[in-house]
């Protein structure tokens, strides 16, 4: 019986085919719970979604214990890597206007903005009214006893309004931050990789303009995370980081290029940290494995 649960583990773990199964195993497991708590009946579901919800808490802890293609697979029981990176934006989108309430207008010590001279909060108030006029035609098209069909309709705006504050509020709501003995540098509300400190061997300020409005590229091997159309600050690694998007696989990169506001000062930061010089303790290894292990490496 052992022999066959090893044969069957190995399986899962290291075949392709075994990988895609984990991988979509969501699709199979998350409606076989939904049709589960409606046979049970409410209260019944209620407790059979809360032990779901755990047994995925408990399905994380161990990944974050295990690390490697064992906590790799162990993650992909949840669902897809790629799923879990869109969820993961997805909240991170409906939660911006709390963002937007509970944080301060300036940055905190540790926080570097570059939202200086964005234009995209003009872009989005020159959309609103767009939206707001297309919601409005598509509901008087609507009969009025299609109820359903204009709360649908108006959920999809909602939805679209929500998308629109977070692109445009996204690079002031999310600045470059100091934490656990890394940088966390942002693009936006899609776009992340953590950088540690002592892993810096070189900076270089330098602004050069990106073409198009993307704010992910890839340059002779860089990673460019842009904004206003332009980067201005370039750091070399002794050690590859991942770059985490949210619509493709994350990148492995040894070099990146962020915009800032105030790049001297940013500099500043890496300067006073020489290589080895930034004590890391056991919990901040953890942080630093944290968006691989909520976005998984594809």
């Given at each position: 019986?052992?022999?066959?649960?090893?044969?069957?583990?190995?399986?899962?773990?290291?075949?392709?085919?075994?990988?895609?199964?984990?991988?979509?195993?969501?699709?199979?497991?998350?409606?076989?719970?939904?049709?589960?708590?409606?046979?049970?009946?409410?209260?019944?579901?209620?407790?059979?979604?809360?032990?779901?919800?755990?047994?995925?808490?408990?399905?994380?802890?161990?990944?974050?214990?295990?690390?490697?293609?064992?906590?790799?697979?162990?993650?992909?029981?949840?669902?897809?890597?790629?799923?879990?990176?869109?969820?993961?934006?997805?909240?991170?989108?409906?939660?911006?206007?709390?963002?937007a309430m509970a944080r301060p207008w300036r940055c905190a010590p540790g926080e570097f903005s570059y939202h200086r001279g964005d234009e995209r909060p003009a872009v989005a108030l020159a959309l609103l009214p767009m939206l707001f006029a297309e919601a409005a035609v598509v509901h008087l098209l609507l009969p009025g006893s299609w109820l359903w069909a204009q709360l649908a309709v108006a959920a999809v705006h909602v939805y679209g309004l929500l998308w629109l504050f977070a692109?445009?509020?996204?690079?002031?709501?999310?600045?470059?931050?100091?934490?656990?003995?890394?940088?966390?540098?942002?693009?936006?509300?899609?776009?992340?990789?953590?950088?540690?400190?002592?892993?810096?061997?070189?900076?270089?300020?330098?602004?050069?303009?990106?073409?198009?409005?993307?704010?992910?590229?890839?340059?002779?091997?860089?990673?460019?995370?842009?904004?206003?159309?332009?980067?201005?600050?370039?750091?070399?690694?002794?050690?590859?980081?991942?770059?985490?998007?949210?619509?493709?696989?994350?990148?492995?990169?040894?070099?990146?290029?962020?915009?800032?506001?105030?790049?001297?000062?940013?500099?500043?930061?890496?300067?006073?940290?020489?290589?080895?010089?930034?004590?890391?303790?056991?919990?901040?290894?953890?942080?630093?494995?944290?968006?691989?292990?909520?976005?998984?490496?594809?």
């Open positions: 019986m052992s022999s066959k649960l090893s044969i069957l583990f190995h399986w899962l773990v290291l075949s392709d085919r075994g990988r895609r199964v984990r991988r979509w195993s969501f699709l199979v497991t998350l409606p076989g719970a939904f049709a589960a708590a409606l046979a049970v009946g409410l209260g019944a579901g209620i407790a059979l979604v809360a032990a779901r919800f755990v047994l995925a808490l408990i399905v994380v802890g161990v990944a974050w214990r295990l690390g490697g293609e064992r906590g790799e697979a162990v993650r992909d029981l949840l669902m897809h890597p790629r799923v879990r990176r869109y969820v993961r934006v997805e909240m991170r989108v409906l939660g911006m206007p709390f963002a692109w445009a509020a996204g690079p002031r709501l999310r600045p470059h931050r100091i934490a656990g003995g890394s940088l966390l540098v942002r693009g936006g509300v899609l776009h992340e990789a953590r950088v540690p400190l002592d892993a810096v061997t070189a900076v270089a300020v330098r602004r050069r303009s990106v073409g198009g409005v993307a704010g992910f590229s890839i340059d002779d091997g860089a990673v460019l995370l842009p904004a206003r159309r332009r980067v201005d600050l370039w750091l070399d690694l002794a050690q590859p980081i991942m770059v985490v998007r949210p619509l493709g696989p994350p990148v492995w990169t040894s070099r990146i290029a962020i915009a800032a506001d105030e790049p001297g000062r940013l500099a500043t930061v890496f300067e006073t940290q020489p290589a080895g010089a930034v004590h890391r303790s056991k919990r901040a290894h953890a942080l630093l494995a944290l968006p691989e292990l909520l976005y998984g490496s594809d």
